[in-house]
């Protein structure tokens, strides 16, 4: 869902993760006119598939809260740490990490070489 929107808005997806009660994204826009329709169409189909596949949920309040959006200057330093930020946040998700023990890709370089 998330791939096949982003393409009709013509956004780029560089990183996702689906951490169980929300996602992140790391994308280019194709154009800021562009970004509130495509939010409203992903977070729409997003929550008619999850009714589809639930029974009961059909006419119930999906989403919690409101995307949540921030925009990265700089396509060295700022863009590397929003890759490793949703990176750390999918391991989170699957259980390999603890986020109080690891707050950087560093420490859990650090953390697996040291074995």
């Given amino acids: 869902i998330i791939e096949a929107t982003a393409s009709k808005y013509g956004m ?3 990183k996702s993760a689906n951490v169980g009660n929300h996602l992140h994204l790391v ?3 194709s154009s800021l006119r562009l970004w509130a329709p495509f939010i409203r169409e992903l ?4 929550a008619r598939a999850v009714a589809d596949l639930i029974p009961g949920l059909e006419g119930l309040k999906f989403w919690r809260f409101k995307p949540h959006t921030r925009i990265i200057r700089g396509w060295k330093k700022a863009f590397r740490s929003a890759l490793d930020y949703v990176q750390l946040n999918q391991l989170e998700a699957e259980g390999f990490i603890k986020r109080h023990e690891t707050k950087t890709l560093k420490d859990l370089r650090m953390i697996w070489a040291d074995g």
Wanted: glycine share 10%; proline share 0%; aromatic share 10%.
């Fill in 12 to 14: 780029t997806i560089y």
């Fill in 27 to 29: 994308m280019k826009i």
């Fill in 43 to 46: 977070t729409g189909r997003i």
